[in-house]
T-cell receptor, first 113, second 109 residues
Framework: EAGVTQFPSHSVIEKGQTVTLRCDPI?????LYWYRRVMGKEIKFLLH????????ESGMPNNRFLAERTGGTYSTLKVQPAELEDSGVYFC???????????FGDGTRLSIL | KNEVEQSPQNLTAQEGEFITINCSYS?????LHWLQQHPGGGIVSLFMLSSGKKKHGRLIATINIQEKHSSLHITASHPRDSAVYICAVGMASGSRLTFGEGTQLTVNP
C-alpha cells in the first residue's frame, strides 16, 4: 500500500509569492489533516478534512492560507502571499474512519526569503 | 504552558541501555500517540493507546489515564533508534492531534 505522499519535498520562494503544497493520502482514507512545524516549536494543527468537507479549520493562521480537497482525494494547501513567518515544515496525514492511526507524509520544507 | 509536555527534551544513551521518555497531558483525551521522526524528516506512527500497555519489538508504551501520563520505553537501545520521539493526543475519534515538543534521542555505539 502506498503511503501518504507530499509534493514538493522542498520549496524556496520569496516573500509575496504564492506556493501550493500537495498531499496524496492513502487510498480510501476519508480523514486528511494538515499540520505545520515552525522552527523550534511543536507541530501544530492547521485543518482537517473528512472526504471533501472541512471538518475543522480552527488552526489555519489567517486568510492567506487556502486548503482544498478535490473529490475527497488529494488535497492542496496554498499560501498567498507568503510571509517570512510561514517558513516551516508542512506535514499531511491521513487516517481511515473511526479510531485509527494517522499516517504521515514526509513533509514539505517551505522556506520564505 | 503546552497541553502536552514531554521529558526529557534531550537524551543521550549508550547502546544497550534501557530508555524511558515521559509524556504528561492536561486535557481529556480519547487516545495518545507516540511518533518517531528520523533526521530525514518523515514521521512514523509507533503506537496509539487509550489504556494499558502496548509492545512492538523493543518498544513498549504505557498510559495511565487517571494520572494523565504516558511513557515510551526502548529496551536494548541501538544507534538506529536515534530520532525525535513525539507524544501527541487526540480528544475524540478521528480528531486532530495536539503535539508535545518532542524528545531528541541519541544512542551512541
Amino acid at each position: 500500500e502506498a503511503g501518504v505522499t507530499q509534493f514538493p519535498s522542498h520549496s524556496v520562494i520569496e516573500k509575496g509569492q504564492t506556493v501550493t503544497l500537495r498531499c496524496d493520502p492513502i487510498s480510501g482514507h476519508d480523514n486528511l489533516y494538515w499540520y505545520r512545524r515552525v522552527m523550534g516549536k511543536e507541530i501544530k494543527f492547521l485543518l482537517h478534512f473528512v472526504k471533501e468537507s472541512k471538518q475543522d479549520e480552527s488552526g489555519m493562521p489567517n486568510n492567506r492560507f487556502l486548503a482544498e480537497r478535490t473529490g475527497g482525494t488529494y488535497s492542496t494547501l496554498k499560501v498567498q502571499p507568503a510571509e517570512l513567518e510561514d517558513s516551516g515544515v508542512y506535514f499531511c496525514a491521513s487516517s481511515s474512519t473511526g479510531f485509527s492511526l494517522q499516517h504521515f507524509g514526509d513533509g514539505t520544507r517551505l522556506s520564505i526569503l | 504552558k503546552n497541553e502536552v509536555e514531554q521529558s526529557p527534551q534531550n537524551l543521550t544513551a549508550q547502546e544497550g541501555e534501557f530508555i524511558t521518555i515521559n509524556c504528561s497531558y492536561s486535557v481529556g483525551i480519547s487516545a495518545l500517540h507516540w511518533l518517531q521522526q528520523h533526521p530525514g524528516g518523515g514521521i512514523v506512527s509507533l503506537f496509539m493507546l487509550s489504556s494499558g500497555k502496548k509492545k512492538h519489538g523493543r518498544l513498549i508504551a504505557t498510559i495511565n489515564i487517571q494520572e494523565k501520563h504516558s511513557s515510551l520505553h526502548i529496551t536494548a537501545s541501538h544507534p538506529r533508534d536515534s530520532a525525535v520521539y513525539i507524544c501527541a493526543v487526540g480528544m475524540a475519534s478521528g480528531s486532530r492531534l495536539t503535539f508535545g515538543e518532542g524528545t531528541q534521542l541519541t544512542v551512541n555505539p
